[in-house]
């Protein structure tokens, strides 16, 4: 599969929705609407790439839906040079929007399918990610810390401990917490390490499952 004009001219229409849907944020929508998001897809799906809907990849996950990255994404405030830890890699999708901000991204996936995937997927496209790597998000990437800002990508049922104490003093983890759906949190831990959360509406992930696969 290859990237072009009618590719590009799908994403500035998938950039048009998102900015009547809300997001506003210009660097976001510039980077959605630079990344080929079908080419991280499988090609049955080439021309849903550009809808804003999640979509299943394989093992029975999902590409997050393009609003759901864009939100997510604008609660991080990424800053360029921001050290970022993503939980539940994916399609590469997120981790790619998050490296096309100028964030240091590290990104750990617990099904061994996609993240092999992922890796030479996001590699065709030439992003160049700091890390991604097999493991269980619940652990962390303890190998790296501290984090500027974490992301989870998946329903967790609460926030794991591991990752609250993996951020830096003034960094910021976003995370859809719940079971049949979600409310989509911002921790912030100040510079004395104080943790305040608040909530920022619902949404729907695959669930964050224990271990690896
Ligand atoms: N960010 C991805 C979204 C993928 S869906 C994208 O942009 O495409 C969520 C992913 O989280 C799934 O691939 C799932 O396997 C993974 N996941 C679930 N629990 C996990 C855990 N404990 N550790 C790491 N990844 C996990």
Not at 48 to 60: L, N, S, T
Request: glycine share 8%; hydrophobic share 40%.
């Amino acid at each position: 599969m290859r990237d072009t004009p009618k590719h590009q001219g799908l994403r500035n229409q998938l950039v048009q929705i998102l900015i009547s849907k809300g997001i506003k944020d210009q660097n976001i929508l510039t980077a959605i609407a630079k990344i080929p998001r079908h080419l991280l897809l499988e090609s049955a799906f080439e021309f849903h790439a550009y809808q804003d809907k999640a979509f299943p990849i394989a093992a029975g996950q999902t590409i997050s839906q393009p609003y759901t990255v864009a939100f997510q994404t604008m609660l991080l405030q990424i800053q360029p040079g921001d050290k970022v830890l993503e939980i539940g890699t994916g399609s590469g999708y997120q981790a790619a929007v998050l490296h096309s901000l100028g964030a240091n991204v590290y990104t750990i996936e617990r099904i061994k399918e996609l993240y092999l995937k992922a890796k030479q997927n996001l590699e065709k496209i030439g992003v160049r990610l700091k890390y991604a790597g097999y493991g269980d998000g619940y652990k962390g990437l303890p190998l790296y810390a501290p984090y500027d800002k974490i992301i989870v990508t998946a329903a967790a049922p609460y926030v794991p401990q591991a990752l609250i104490e993996q951020l830096k003093p003034g960094g910021r983890i976003v995370i859809p917490v719940g079971d049949d759906m979600q409310e989509m949190k911002l921790i912030i831990k100040d510079n004395n390490g104080q943790i305040t959360e608040s909530s920022h509406g619902a949404f729907m992930f695959v669930p964050m499952l224990q271990n690896k696969e």
